[in-house]
C-alpha cells in the first residue's frame, strides 16, 4: 500500500526557509563574505537539507528547491534584505528567540518530511531514520563545511542531533511497530521534539565530551 506523503502548511515551509536564509546570510556577512559568499551561506542552511535528501538519497528528480521557484525567491529576498538593512536586523532584539522558535518546530517537522519521503520511496526503516535526519540537520552541516568551521553536530551543544535522532526513531517506531496513522505520528513527533528543544535551550542541557579523553580534547586550540 503506498505511504501517503507528509506536507508542512505552505506557510511554515516558507517562513522557515526564508528565516533560515536570513540567520545564514547574516552569518556569513559577519564573516566578512562578498555578495556571493552571502548568498551561498545562506542558500545552504535554509534548503541544504533538502538538496542531500534528494540528490545523495531519494534521486527522484530535479531537487524540490529547483521545481518550486518560491523557495529561491524566498532566499534571494533574504540576502537583499541583509545587504540592505542587515545592521539594523542584527540589533533586532528578538530575531534569536524567533529563529529559536523556528528551528525548534522546523528540526521534528523537516526530519518527519524527509522520512515519509524515503517510506514512499520504499527504503529500509534504517535508511528512513537516516534520510530524515540528514534532512534534519544536513543544511547546518553544510554550512559549517563551506565556512570551514567544525560541524556543530561533533561539538558539545544543545542537542540538537540527538533529539532529530530520538525524533526520528520515535516515528518509525510510531508507523512501523505500533502502525499509529501517519499523520498523527508526525505530528507527535514535531510536538515531542519542539518541547524537548525549547527545553534544552531553556535549561541549558548539553552534551559533553567523553572525560577519559580529557587530556586529547583539552588541548585542541577550539576547545
Known sequence: ?????????????????????????????????????????????????????????????????????????????????????????????????LIGMVDAIGLGAYAVVGMTLALEAGLSLPGVVLVGLVNAVGGGILRDVLMRREPSMFLPGTLEEVLALLGCLLFVLQVSALGWPLRAAAWLTIGTIFVLRLAAIRYGLRSKPLPAFRDYWEQTPER
Not at 1 to 28: C, H, I, N, Q, R
Not at 88 to 94: A, M, W
Open 1 to 97: 500500500m503506498p505511504v501517503p506523503s507528509f506536507e508542512l502548511p505552505p506557510y511554515f515551509d516558507y517562513g522557515a526557509t526564508f528565516l533560515w536564509a536570513l540567520s545564514g546570510a547574516l552569518l556569513g556577512a559577519r564573516k566578512g563574505y562578498a555578495i556571493p559568499g552571502i548568498l551561498t551561506v545562506g542558500f545552504v542552511s535554509s534548503v541544504g537539507g533538502g538538496l542531500l535528501r534528494d540528490g545523495l538519497f531519494l534521486q527522484n528528480g530535479p531537487p524540490m528547491v529547483v521545481r518550486t521557484p518560491g523557495y529561491l525567491g524566498l532566499i534571494v529576498a533574504a540576502v537583499l534584505i541583509i545587504l540592505l538593512v542587515g545592521g539594523r536586523i542584527q540589533r533586532l532584539r528578538h530575531l534569536p528567540h
